[in-house]
């Protein structure tokens, strides 16, 4: 009983931080019978919601789906060949890395284990990319052995490309100005994918091409 009180707890908690989902209405209302009958919330108000709505909705946003289906895919050994460029105008820098992808917590999330090296020096990174059922958005993390800092981003699917479009904002530590970031990462086949990174030009702020990978399948 105690399990089962504390599920229900985080339950309520999640179903009511969660943005509109499909037992909410545009305007914030709630689809499902509360127990403020013909109460009208603004947007910022707090929606009552019974406990059997919340198990229910707990439940469905924490099964894993086709979205989790599409990751696993990427499960396994990949082999990385990195160009990455410090402004604009310079020539790329090329490196090799091993990464491994393994879907972790019963499928709902894939962990990506990054070595290599980069800029002469011993390099490992390691990201978290999952589906938030609730938000309807992808979402990635990553953290390495050369910041203190971690890069949180979020995404959406274009299924004509195959690409998950990501993007986020992060401090500069240079100038401590915060900066917007922007991941392209697209599914060629089954043993191919190609990540492009995208964030700010040192000198004028600008947007341009810093990074390019293209993963390939060690069979």
Request: charged share 25%; glycine share 10%; proline share 4%.
């Amino acid at each position: 009983m105690k399990k089962l009180l504390i599920v229900l707890c985080a339950a309520t908690v999640l179903f009511g931080c969660n943005g509109e989902d499909e037992n909410t209405t545009a305007n914030g209302g709630s689809k499902a019978e509360t127990h403020t009958a013909g109460a009208t919330a603004t947007a910022d108000e707090w929606v009552p919601v019974d406990s059997a709505t919340a198990m229910r909705t707990m439940m469905e946003v924490g099964t894993p789906g086709e979205q989790h289906a599409m990751l696993a895919k990427g499960d396994g050994k990949w082999n990385a060949q990195m160009m990455m460029w410090m402004s604009p105008e310079a020539p790329p820098m090329t490196s090799t890395s091993t990464v491994v992808n393994k879907m972790i917590y019963g499928g709902r999330y894939q962990q990506t284990s990054f070595k290599g090296d980069m800029m002469g020096m011993p390099f490992e990174g390691t990201s978290t990319t999952g589906y938030d059922k609730a938000k309807k958005v992808y979402f990635t993390t990553w953290m390495d052995n050369m910041s203190t800092a971690m890069m949180n981003m979020e995404g959406t699917w274009d299924e004509a490309s195959k690409t998950i479009n990501f993007k986020g904002k992060m401090l500069c530590p240079a100038n401590g100005k915060e900066c917007e970031m922007r991941e392209v990462y697209r599914i060629v086949d089954d043993n191919t994918h190609m990540m492009e990174m995208y964030g700010p030009d040192m000198q004028t702020g600008k947007e341009y091409k810093n990074m390019e990978i293209k993963f390939t399948r060690n069979k």
